[in-house]
């Protein structure tokens, strides 16, 4: 059973596109998180949340815009797809903000989103 | 504001043989610490962390680091490489007062020779 599931696993959408990817995780997690690696495998934290709440908003484009329906679910809504978005995309989840529980924080396998 | 270090963007070594694999933080506030690896084109995997309690940690794999606060360091260590330690590792630190996030380093990529 995946802890952290992500879809989809792969996208190529064409640059101005608007897509989206899931995030669902199964570990009664209240805190969800994307982070994006780029091209050279440095990771960034782009958003958290803690119990559907947004608690971090870490500079990113208001292209971007996640929403948490509930606490096991964090999507991610991109609009107006640019070339520099290509990047692998990570949902990463844990209990509580500090990361202490025994997984810390434990990451999705990623979507990887490639703008033509 | 936090920061990591990681020394040497590939690390080789042979099979049998330490593997070490440096992770200087800078944090203002006491930090929490963490190993990740990531297998090629895989997600990260938690390998250990260090929140509280005992500096030296040992996680999964036969993996250990060690927290020296003296030194900003949380280098991680494995006594004997393994043809399948070949990845990437990734250090990372968060804020133990507000965490909400791991900052990353840039990551090491290990490769394990015969």
């Known amino acids: 059973d995946t802890a952290v599931s992500q879809t989809p696993k792969y996208l190529v959408t064409q640059m101005g596109n608007d897509k989206s990817i899931k995030c669902e995780q199964n570990l009664g997690h209240d805190t969800m998180y994307w982070y994006k690696q780029d091209s050279k495998k440095f990771l960034k934290i782009m958003f958290s949340y803690n119990n559907k709440e947004l608690i971090i908003n870490e500079t990113v484009p208001n292209r971007f815009s996640p929403k948490s ?9 991109i609009n107006s797809l640019e070339l520099g978005d290509s990047a692998v995309y990570f949902c990463a989840s844990s209990q509580g903000i500090l990361g202490t529980g025994e997984g810390g924080y434990t990451f999705g ?8 | 504001a936090q920061s990591v270090t990681q020394l040497g963007s590939h ?4 099979e049998g043989a330490l593997v070490l694999l440096r992770c200087n933080y800078s944090s203002s506030v006491p930090p929490y610490l963490f190993w990740y690896v990531q297998y090629p084109n895989q997600g990260l995997q938690l390998l250990l962390k260090y929140t509280t309690g005992a500096t030296l940690v040992k996680g999964i794999n036969g993996f250990e680091a060690e927290f020296k606060k003296s030194e900003t360091s949380f280098h991680l260590t494995k006594p004997s490489a393994h043809m399948s330690d070949a ?4 250090c990372a630190v968060s804020d133990a007062g507000t965490a909400s996030k791991l900052t990353f380093g840039t990551g090491t990529r290990l490769q394990v020779t015969l």
């Open chain 2, 11 to 14: 690390v080789s070594v042979s």
């Open chain 1, 109 to 116: 396998s990623g979507t990887r989103l490639t703008v033509v």
């Open chain 2, 87 to 90: 990845a990437e590792y990734f």
């Open chain 1, 69 to 77: 329906p509930d606490k096991a679910h964090l999507n991610l809504h």
